[in-house]
């Protein structure tokens, strides 16, 4: 059968325009139509958790609250600010049976201390309860004081049992504070969560540590680094799928007769770090790595820096000791 010349022209309009719509409606159910009218906009989210002020940054609008709700659920397992936590009930009774996020959690804070040469250890919250941080009352302890809260110190007093997931203390009166890897181990679980659902590009920064999934529109996260009391960038990172965590003796500390006294307790001598150091960034894959080494780089001082480029060869190491001199990247 012969259609007219004007009969095909308008037979192939009708077939183009069905296909059109068949793709059209396929796009739309798998996102990519979604994603092509989205290119280029950026949501941002923000709450307080884990004692500070947690900023979402993603192309995805959801990506906040799969952020928060995770983070959310880490703090009510290792805050030690909460009665119910379990890193609450084990420093009361000293033995727990432990969930596998509480569990693996310290168990990597037990492998990193080997690593730092005991620089990072997790069980220096009564020498950080001694010097009034924990309850904003400072003081200066004697010496005698000192000495017997570093009795009860060390992550060697530390008993992990695989088989059951307990965790126990070797010595009375212990106490662990995860202030110096929880937060970091929270934010490598929201990425995990993140991933699970789909998200390849999101910026998360929870009070000055930050972890970059992905890119930000195919180029790489921009993050301002901080380095003293002043609001005043020292200068910027790029990251893709890298965690960078900033300590420093300018976040916390308190003056005594004319000294300054950091949070940031070295667990080796029982008194504030004295490593020389102003402020340390450090990059890893890991945020709960670059949390923990960024600690532990403070306290070790610059003298500690080539045992740790050693021992954590991926990582990026950023330091500034004092106002006048300030060092490049350690690659």
Same mark, same amino acid.
């Given at each position: ?184 181990? @929270? =934010?490598?679980? !929201? +990425?995990?969560? #993140?991933? &699970? /659902? $789909? ?92 949390? @923990? =080494?960024?600690? !532990? +780089?403070?306290? #070790?001082? &610059? /003298? $500690? ?27």
């Amino acid at each position: 059968m012969a259609f007219n010349k004007k009969t095909r022209i308008f037979l192939a309009v009708i077939l183009v325009a069905g296909w059109s719509l068949a793709l059209g409606y396929q796009a739309l159910n798998s996102g990519c139509l979604t994603r092509f009218f989205n290119y280029g906009r950026i949501y941002r989210d923000n709450r307080v958790l884990m004692g500070t002020f947690w900023e979402v940054t993603s192309p995805e609008k959801r990506a906040g609250e799969i952020v928060f709700s995770e983070a959310s659920r880490i703090e009510k397992l290792l805050s030690k600010y909460n009665a119910s936590s379990e890193v609450s009930r084990l420093n009361r009774t000293g033995k727990i049976k432990a969930s596998p996020d509480t569990f693996y959690v310290i168990k990597r804070a037990q492998e990193l201390s080997l690593r730092t040469s005991g620089a990072f250890d997790i069980t220096v919250a009564p020498l950080v309860d001694l010097w009034g941080f924990t309850d904003r009352k400072f003081r200066v302890p004697g010496n005698t004081e000192i000495e017997s809260a570093m009795k009860i110190t060390g992550s060697d007093k530390i008993v992990l049992h695989e088989k059951d997931n307990m965790i126990e203390f070797k010595i009375p009166g212990m106490e662990i504070d995860l202030g110096g890897i929880g937060k970091g181990f @929270a =934010l490598d679980c !929201a +990425v995990k969560k #993140l991933k &699970e /659902n $789909g998200i390849a590009d999101c910026l998360i920064n929870a009070g000055g540590q930050v972890y970059a999934l992905g890119n930000k529109f195919g180029a790489p996260w921009k993050v301002a680094v901080q380095t003293s009391a002043k609001p005043e960038i020292s200068g910027t990172l790029e990251l893709t799928d890298e965690s960078a965590s900033t300590s420093g003796d300018y976040e916390q500390f308190f003056l005594k007769d004319g000294k300054s006294y950091s949070h940031i307790i070295d667990p080796r001598t029982g008194y504030p770090a004295a490593g020389g150091i102003t402020s340390v960034t450090v990059t890893a894959d890991s945020a709960l790595e670059a949390d @923990a =080494l960024s600690t !532990a +780089v403070f306290i #070790l001082g &610059e /003298n $500690g820096l080539p045992g740790l480029k050693a021992g954590f060869p991926k990582s990026r190491f950023y330091i500034r000791q004092g106002r006048a001199k300030e060092k490049q990247p350690e690659q």
